[in-house]
């Protein structure tokens, strides 16, 4: 069922950013509460990086303005330290944005995710970084956010059941004693807006199910280990199965194009 | 007896009120009614009349220079009123007004039908005017003359409530309608689909008549969601489709020998006064009709007047060949949040693959491949994804959930008329 249409009939780009905006807010707010001002002075600066990159790259390619990277720089707002250096932020989500969106033309012209760009390239050139892990009350306040974007259908639930599917099943598998639970509620946040995001996923239905196994796959391989999820373990699995997306993607072509033939040729007994 | 299929996928129907089904409106104040583009794409028409001249009900208007055989037939006692060309010489739009003289009878004779089993069928059809009812499938166009079709597909489902019910308009026609479908079987040897809703028993089946019962979204209501399911096309593979209301048209005229040029049509949509079905003739002017039946909302000051339904209608003057509705809604906003918050109008925007995008197709097609393939114009991916088995209004939902603004329906087009062209 399409819930999307009733509600909105035609969404622009601008309308799925807002969506992703509003899904975004309730964590947000919990990480800004939580963990105080040093929280608020780095959002300040991811949003007047991001902001300012949409603003170049809108006057000079003459197009209308959009706020696309505020939702860009909240994601990496809520993931990073908030001891990070500010000048370390700003430099990587610049990165980001610009790598991962404005030289492609712009949200939705790329095929990999921003923010995840950013992140990983914070975590590669400042090894010193360390993420901290969610905790479980922000990542409890993702769920209105994934409910959301389930329900108006920007997100697949495919790919989510995918890779938790994956990520809980190693586990299990690793230490049959593992608190389920525990594990995957804080990996909601990064599988929503990182792995999930429709730009960077696979985007036909059986692609979407091999793209999710295949990010569950790399996240629990990225991580410290299969039984403790790290957010640095789902911003280079999820990068990584992104740059797959493509591939898939086109598999799944190959396969379709086969299967109709093979329809045809069975509805076709006569002639 | 083909079994029943419920379709899930495509957009799902909107919350308005339904109907009233049960009282048919006769309106005779159609001032005019037209022959438009739109329907005819790139048909360049020779003339058989020219402005000023009056013409009755059923008399030939003009044909199609490429195929002289196949002749259009006017829907309205009148004067032609204008005659407009498009690029290379196609036709534009010609439109027939009612005038003030007393209205001429129609033109019916009682000629012999010929031998049915000796293309007698397909040269009376062909010969008043009934040849465009048809629409290939793959392309969507009107079959060449001497085309011989693997079957025939009769669309007699209803999209949504807000659509005429079948069982309704040929309450009082069975007879014809029966007629109809048996002379079908004249033009193809293979079989003749009925589909229908799964309660309606519109005619009796038989070897050749088969009955294929569909319901769930509007895409049920599609031709080509029949097609996709019963009988896959190929370049090599061509069917036909034809709406309910021509097949009874078709019974009707070799019964009585009269061209019947009225159709029923539903108006609806969120600005319709009183949602209803009207009989008027086809090619109606929309204005005119819809005279009266208009409230405007939300303190915008117009309505938009669609000729189809909200997702595969387009506005227009008059009333499509192949349309079953009139759908009046509410004007776009302006400005404002609601302005900004939808997709930009000039420029195309991104294509953002959402989930939702998923099952907006009823035909076995993968909607993302096809779009993406579809906006770069690559007609060889697009066949390969199975685009054969598309025309315009099978792909409106993609124009109606993509945040681009493309118009799908136009770009398959453009990518059906490559594929054609490279055939023919």
């Given at each position: 069922m399409i819930v999307r249409p009733v509600l909105f009939p035609s969404l622009g780009v601008g309308g799925v950013s807002l969506l992703q905006g509003v899904a975004l807010l309730p964590p947000l707010a919990l990480s800004v509460f939580e963990r105080g001002s040093g929280q608020v002075v780095l959002l300040a600066v991811a949003l007047v990086t991001a902001v300012f990159w949409d603003l170049v790259f809108a006057s000079v390619r003459k197009h209308r303005f959009y706020f696309h990277g505020i939702t860009t720089a909240v994601i990496v707002a809520v993931l990073v330290p908030s001891a990070l250096p500010w000048w370390q932020l700003a430099l990587s989500l610049s990165l980001g944005c610009v790598l991962g969106e404005h030289i492609f033309g712009g949200r939705g012209f790329g095929f990999l995710s921003p923010a995840a760009i950013c992140l990983s390239l914070l975590l590669l050139s400042f090894p010193q970084v360390q993420l901290e892990p969610l905790s479980q009350s922000v990542a409890l306040a993702t769920l209105p956010g994934v409910l959301l974007l389930l329900v108006t259908g920007l997100i697949s639930g495919r790919v989510m059941l995918g890779a938790l599917a994956v990520i809980g099943g190693l586990a299990f598998s690793a230490n049959p004693e593992v608190d389920l639970i525990a594990l995957v509620v804080p990996t909601l946040f990064g599988l929503v807006f990182l792995t999930c995001d429709p730009v960077s996923a696979a985007s036909t239905k059986s692609g979407r199910w091999i793209y999710g196994l295949l990010a569950g796959l790399l996240i629990s391989i990225f991580s410290k280990d299969v039984a403790t999820i790290t957010s640095a373990g789902i911003i280079f699995g999820s990068l990584t199965a992104s740059v797959f997306a493509p591939l898939i993607d086109h598999l799944m072509v190959l396969a379709h194009a086969k299967r109709r033939q093979m329809r045809q040729r069975a509805r076709q007994p006569n002639v | 007896m083909l079994g029943h299929t419920k379709i899930k996928k495509g957009l799902p129907a909107s919350k308005e009120d339904a109907l009233a089904q049960d009282v048919v409106h006769d309106r005779r104040d159609a001032g005019s009614a037209a022959f438009l583009s739109a329907d005819y794409r790139g048909l360049r028409p020779s003339l058989s009349v020219s402005p000023g001249d009056r013409v009755r009900v059923g008399d030939i208007v003009f044909t199609d220079r490429k195929h002289p055989e196949v002749a259009f037939a006017a829907s309205l006692a009148g004067r032609v009123a204008s005659i407009d060309y498009g690029a290379r010489r196609t036709l534009s739009a010609l439109v027939i007004e009612v005038d003030s003289g007393e209205q001429a009878d129609d033109s019916s004779d009682s000629e012999e039908f010929g031998d049915p089993d000796n293309g007698g069928v397909r040269r009376t059809l062909l010969k008043r005017g009934f040849w465009p009812a048809f629409l290939t499938r793959p392309f969507g166009r009107i079959p060449k003359p001497d085309s011989v079709p693997a079957a025939i597909f009769v669309n007699a489902t209803q999209a949504s409530l807000h659509a005429p019910a079948p069982s309704v308009v040929l309450e009082h026609q069975k007879e014809k309608f029966q007629k109809g479908v048996d002379l079908l079987t004249y033009l193809t040897d293979g079989p003749i689909y009925v589909c229908q809703a799964p309660q309606d028993t519109l005619c009796t089946f038989s070897e050749r008549v088969k009955g294929a019962f569909f319901s769930g979204t509007p895409a049920s209501g599609l031709s080509g969601t029949h097609i996709d399911q019963l009988h896959p096309v190929s370049l090599e593979r061509q069917v036909w489709s034809i709406g309910y209301q021509d097949v009874a048209a078709i019974g009707h005229l070799f019964l009585t020998g009269h061209y019947q040029p009225n159709r029923v049509f539903s108006i609806s949509g969120p600005c319709s006064a009183e949602p209803k079905l009207i009989r008027t003739c086809l090619g109606a002017g929309i204005s005119q009709i819809c005279n009266g039946e208009v409230t405007i909302r939300n303190g915008r000051h117009r309505a938009?007047?669609?000729?189809?339904?909200?997702?595969?209608?387009?506005?227009?003057?008059?009333?499509?060949?192949?349309?079953?509705?009139?759908?009046?809604?509410?004007?776009?906003?302006?400005?404002?949040?609601?302005?900004?918050?939808?997709?930009?109008?000039?420029?195309?925007?991104?294509?953002?693959?959402?989930?939702?995008?998923?099952?907006?197709?009823?035909?076995?097609?993968?909607?993302v491949p096809l779009m993406r393939a579809l906006s770069v114009g690559d007609s060889a991916a697009a066949e390969r994804l199975g685009c054969l088995a598309l025309v315009e209004e099978d792909v409106a939902a993609l124009t109606k959930l993509c945040t681009s603004g493309a118009d799908y329906g136009m770009l398959l087009r453009d990518v059906l008329d490559d594929l054609a062209g490279e055939t023919v």
């Open positions: - | 938009r007047l669609l000729s189809g339904d909200a997702v595969t209608g387009w506005e227009s003057a008059y009333i499509g060949r192949y349309h079953q509705q009139i759908t009046i809604l509410d004007a776009p906003p302006e400005k404002g949040f609601w302005h900004w918050m939808s997709r930009p109008s000039a420029a195309y925007g991104a294509l953002i693959p959402t989930a939702a995008l998923e099952r907006a197709l009823a035909i076995d097609v993968l909607p």
